[in-house]
């Protein structure tokens, strides 16, 4: 059985740059359950303003179910690991990376970095690791699944970030076949161009789709079934989205199975109606985080193509 605890849990400087490889990886554990969320923070090893410019996941196929990657300056344990029911961050935190069994790993264009470290505010890294199936775990061995980083102190040129659109307010009736829950949110800051995506819902999502509304036309940025590996896809359609555009996204629910009404929250039972997009920007006027939480006018979704509610077959 392979073992991948072997790497080391400090910085790599390189000999001949400002680059840095840190190990991010689980300090070799035996969850005892299965669906346990195990999280680990890591430390930006420069106080300055860095840049993630790589990364390259160690999963191992067999015990991670999923990977998240955060940036934070607050990670919600100081313990080695926990348990991440008891939180990732305390602060505001992004994802940055996220891996998934079965599903390739989305690359940083060239060029492209998130900051960390300085103002950022990621001051830290935190692993997530979810362990599925704990069958993986009788003979006892410890894993170290996790994520390697790049980190360079060379400034580049454009800036990745997170714009999370997200539902606060969706009930999904039991029994009901189908439940849209909408997101828009105008967008007013500085060009940025997406380039990937990831979907999130639990148990009763049924796809989940984001567009650019740009003089009434809608442009789609990306669909995906969160019942798939919950990863990042290269989005559908290069494009970028200004000033005086509109973000919009659905996400289709289904009640069927259900015998009481289904809120959002963090358990299994409750939902979520999560998209993220991907983008990068230009760094002299980069936003790295931005959120959508608000539920989109019945009128401008009349409008919707068809296609985000048609199911995508898994
Ligand atoms: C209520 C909900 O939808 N929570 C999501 C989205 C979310 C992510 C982050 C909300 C906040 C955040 O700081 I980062 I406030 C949610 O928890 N999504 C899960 C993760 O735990 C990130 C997911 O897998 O997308
Ligand atoms: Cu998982
Ligand atoms: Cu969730």
Redesign the pocket.
């Known amino acids: 059985l392979s073992n991948d605890c072997m790497g080391t849990a400090r910085p790599v400087k390189s000999p001949e740059s400002s680059d840095y490889t840190l190990d991010i990886r689980m300090p070799g554990v035996t969850p005892a359950e299965s669906d346990t969320y195990l999280c680990k923070s890591y430390r930006v090893p420069v106080d300055d303003e860095a840049f993630v410019v790589d990364f390259r996941p160690h999963a191992n196929m067999n015990t991670a179910h999923h990977m ?1 990657l ?1 940036g934070c300056n607050m990670p919600s344990s100081t313990e080695d690991y926990w348990d991440c029911s008891a939180g ?1 961050c305390t602060d ?4 940055m990376y996220a891996w998934a069994k079965n599903a390739p790993p989305t690359k940083l264009p060239k060029g492209v970095g998130f900051r960390v470290g300085g103002r950022s505010g990621s001051k830290y890294f935190v692993l997530q690791v979810h362990y599925g199936d704990v069958k993986a775990f009788q003979d006892k061995h410890k894993d170290c699944s996790g994520v390697t980083v790049r980190i360079t102190q060379e400034k580049q040129p454009l800036i990745a970030g997170i714009y ?1 659109l ?1 539902s ?1 307010d969706t009930v999904i009736p039991p029994g009901e076949n189908e439940v849209n829950s909408d997101i828009a949110c105008a967008y007013n800051k500085h060009t940025m161009y997406p380039f990937a995506y990831r979907v ?1 819902t639990h148990q009763l999502g049924q796809v989940v789709s984001g567009f650019r509304i740009r003089h009434g036309k809608w442009t789609l940025i990306g669909r995906q079934s969160p019942q798939l590996p ?1 990863a990042f896809y290269s989005v559908e359609n290069s494009m970028d989205i200004s000033p005086g555009d509109i973000l919009a996204a659905r996400c289709v629910f289904t009640g069927k199975g259900r015998t009481t009404a289904t809120y ?1 929250g963090g358990t299994a039972h409750d939902e ?3 998209l ?1 997009i991907l983008y990068y920007m230009d760094a002299a006027y980069a936003s790295s985080y931005m959120t959508c939480v608000r539920t989109g006018e019945p009128q401008l979704f009349q409008d919707i193509p068809e296609i985000a509610n048609i199911p995508i077959h898994v």
Do not use: A
Request: net charge positive; charged share 5%.
């Open positions: 998240l955060f990732t505001k935190s992004s994802i999370l997200m606060v999130h919950q959002i979520m109606c999560n993220y």
